[in-house]
């Protein structure tokens, strides 16, 4: 899993090509997986006879981890998606450009100015 604010000090204009091409696709692949995760369904428990209260008791356990685990995707692509300055999202395009990208243009503007 990728922490983003590690994700956005391993970036360096400088850094090597190969490095920073390294750097993208594991970004791009990160937020291909919490896509991916997202559009996966959650299947709904069956329906129940009588004497299956382990059965039961075992699908809506297993309801209860994939909801849990699509809320932690929701919130992770959110972190990617999301400038950490001014909370709007991150346009796609910029994103596209720039994996790693922490602040959506209008705040990589006043960042980039000092403010």
Not at 65 to 86: F, I, P, S, Y
Not at 89 to 94: D, H, L, S, V
């Amino acid at each position: 899993m990728i922490d983003r604010d590690e994700a956005v000090r391993a970036y360096d204009p400088r850094m090597p090509e190969p490095i920073a091409t390294g750097s993208r696709a594991t970004l791009e692949a990160e937020r291909a997986r919490l896509h991916a995760g997202l559009k996966e369904g959650i299947v709904a428990p069956g329906p129940m006879t009588y004497g299956s209260q382990a059965a039961a008791a075992s699908q809506v356990f297993e309801q209860q981890r994939d909801l849990a685990l699509r809320e932690k995707n929701e919130v992770q692509l959110e972190a990617v998606e999301t400038c950490v300055r001014c909370g709007r999202p991150i346009a796609p395009e910029r994103l596209e450009a720039l994996p790693w990208a922490a602040h959506c243009i209008d705040c990589q503007r006043i960042v980039g100015r000092g403010g």
